[in-house]
């Protein structure tokens, strides 16, 4: 089967860790990325990559750290410094940018709560 | 710079009747624009995709939208509701720089769908 898969489905954090989200996709997409999704609210990007040891910030990048060393793979790190961790986060993979809009193909999630 | 607005943060249909979900979107130049569809503490599922081809997009599960760019406008509908249909709906349109894209989506607020008996 073809898809992204997202681990833990649930995650929980004392304040002051750090915590890692895995992403994977074996779709064989290029672009990568990750979304934060608060109640009420639309997805806003954290980081995106388009291609293998590449990336860029999107929008709330601050207190998040990513890596690409591989092209299946994108995993998120959730820092001590991001002041509101608890949400709901998304991971998506597209084949990568061109002169039409690729769609973004979206994993299951993973909730994260800091207790 | 590209932006979408759901006109309703909340619809609530009877069961059989017709569904009508609002979008407008603002775009420089031509956008690609989707519906996306959330089901409770699920992934986002594409239901529907505009890319300049016919402005009538049909998409999964009976729902089709309608490109209007004299209105800015892509609204969401489906004939008959299901109880299925119970969900969120997000509008997106693609960013774009100059006439370029980003590879980057804009998201809309989301609009939650109620389906009653």
């Known amino acids: 089967d073809g898809g992204i898969t997202q681990s833990p489905k649930y995650l929980f954090r004392k304040e002051g860790q750090n915590v890692t989200l895995s992403c994977e996709q074996n779709?064989?997409?290029?672009?990568m990325y990750w979304y934060r999704q608060d109640p009420g609210q639309g997805l806003r990007l954290i980081y995106y990559?388009?291609?293998?040891?590449?990336?860029q910030k999107g929008d709330i990048a601050e207190g998040y750290s990513v890596s690409r060393e591989k092209k299946e793979s994108f995993p998120l790190t959730v820092t001590s410094a991001q002041k509101n961790p608890t949400a709901f986060y998304l991971c998506?993979?597209?084949?990568?940018?061109?002169?039409?809009?690729?769609?973004?193909?979206f994993g299951p999630g993973t909730r994260l709560t800091v207790l | 710079a590209q932006s979408v607005t759901q006109l309703d943060s909340h619809v609530s249909v009877s069961e059989g009747t017709p569904v009508l979900l609002r979008c407008n979107y603002s775009s420089s130049y031509s956008p690609s624009l989707f519906w996306y569809v959330q089901h409770p503490n699920k992934g986002l599922q594409l239901l529907l995709k505009?890319?300049?081809?016919?402005?009538l997009v049909k998409g999964i599960n009976g729902f089709e939208a309608e490109f209007k760019k004299s209105e800015t406008s892509f609204h969401l509908t489906k004939p008959s509701a299901h109880m299925s249909d119970a969900a969120e709906y997000f509008c997106?349109?693609?960013?774009?720089?100059?006439?370029?894209?980003?590879?980057?989506?804009?998201f809309g607020q989301g609009t939650t769908l109620q389906v009653k008996p």
């Open positions: 997106v349109v693609s960013d774009q720089k100059g006439s370029s894209n980003t590879g980057k989506l804009i």
């Open positions: 998506a993979s597209s084949t990568g940018q061109g002169l039409i809009a690729d769609t973004q193909y």
């Open positions: 505009y890319t300049s081809a016919a402005t």
């Open positions: 990559s388009q291609i293998v040891n590449d990336f």
């Open positions: 779709l064989n997409h290029d672009a």
